[in-house]
């Protein structure tokens, strides 16, 4: 009777001390990935709720700051260092974690360290936020274990099993098929006007086709022609008229400009340039944009320019003959609307090439100007 007693006795003990047996030392490394502060805290707090779950004990923060000192970058990503941070802390485990948050989940990846067999696993996940305690709980389950995360296919990457076939007689409800979203409006944008929010079609012209502008800037002569004389830099004039073609962006002009400061010269010219939108977007069913345009431009046309000087009795210089040569230029042009007639222009790069048979002018600048739409 009395050895009966005793035997109940001890099983009764070594079934009370078996969850503390199973505890393991677990020393959690700081959280990282992303730069969302938050994110990194939300996901430490995650698992520590499930390390206490589990039954696991959790090495206190001081002596895993401690440990990390002695690793060389304060990151312990190797199986020497994370063996370092074991033997330091005493630490059965050692656990890392990295977090990518999105907008309603976030991936999860956590890497263990079993300083037992110096095994290293990782596993990944991406967790839903509002259920993000309960499936970090399931990847800690898995990933805790001696045995280790295993082969084959993790528990949440199975197939749902398909519903049971109803029952003889069973009425089965078909849930309703959502309706397509709405299509989106193909001839109307809302652009955000400073002047004003407006509905127009398209982007660009706001359905005003045609356009006249006037801009000043800057000009220097990159490479210059022979006989060339005084300053490279110049300020410069230029006015043009464009039609838009279609709806794309695309828009051919004409103009021309000149030196208003500087050597005398000036241009005629045509092109064509392809002006985008970036802030287009689908918003709430509809098309809506911020009226800031850019695009390239190409230039073709005639370059002229008074001839080299010619001497004269006493010393005196005679302006020669006009000099024409064609010229090929380009550039990065950016308008802003700030209404659908009125927008502000600038040219950037204003590359203009001018070809001659002993050499080459290569022009670089700036405009910045003003246009109406009609």
Known sequence: MIRRALSCAAAAALTALA????ADRIAVLPARGGTDAAARSAAEADVERALAALGHTPVPDGAVAAALEGVADGVADTADELRAVSAQTGADWVLAGTVEPAVTTARIELTAYLAS???LESIAREVDRDRSAQQTQEM?????RPEGVGIGELPWERPAPAPPPPAAGETVVVPPVPAAPAALP???VLMAYP???ERVWPAYTGGR???VSASLGAAVAAARLPGASGSAASLVGA????????DRGVEVFTGGGGNLVGPFAGWLEGGARLMLTPSLAPHDGAWRAFPLHVGPALHLGAFFRSGAGVAGPGGATYRGDLDVRPVLGASLDVALALGPAVQLEAQLGNLRWVPAGDGSLL????????GARF
């Open 117 to 119: 067999t110096g095994r």
């Open 19 to 22: 969850p503390a047996a199973l």
């Open 209 to 211: 086709r045609f356009a």
């Open 195 to 197: 002047l004003g929010p």
């Open 363 to 370: 022009l670089v600048g700036a405009t910045l100007g003003a």
């Open 239 to 246: 006015a043009r008229v464009a039609y838009a073609l279609g």
């Open 140 to 144: 800690l389950a898995l990933l805790l």
């Open 186 to 188: 193909a001839d109307e």
